[in-house]
């Protein structure tokens, strides 16, 4: 059996430097973990109640930029209109024309 000495050549600076590095890490996250501890402890300070507080009256918008855009749209249409409903191949279309090819279906269109 080979003696551990042989391996390891101790040196009393290295050694002086190492206990002081564990002491500054362990003091660091005492001091941490006290902290978090006092600051969850401690009640938070009651804030005054300024009333309703909002943006600056220089920031506010106006009630113009404010209204929704109303948006209208012409869905009218002409009382003979018909919609076709053509299948050909797997694919749907949808067309105002009669299918030239495949299956198809006339759709009706009922005013709003």
Request: hydrophobic share 45%; glycine share 6%; proline share 8%.
């Amino acid at each position: 059996m080979v003696p551990h000495a042989l391996f390891v050549s101790s040196d009393r600076h290295v050694d002086v430097a190492l206990n002081v590095l564990t002491f500054v890490v362990g003091g660091a996250l005492l001091a941490t973990v006290s902290y978090l501890l006092l600051t969850l402890a401690q009640p938070s300070f009651a804030q005054a109640d300024r009333g309703d507080v909002g943006p600056p009256v220089w920031s506010s918008m106006s009630n113009a930029l404010l209204a929704a855009p109303k948006l209208e749209f012409d869905l009218r249409f002409p009382p003979s209109s018909t919609i076709y409903r053509c299948e050909h191949r797997g694919q749907v279309t949808y067309s105002d024309r009669p299918c030239a090819a495949g299956r198809g279906r006339a759709l009706s269109i009922r005013p709003f």
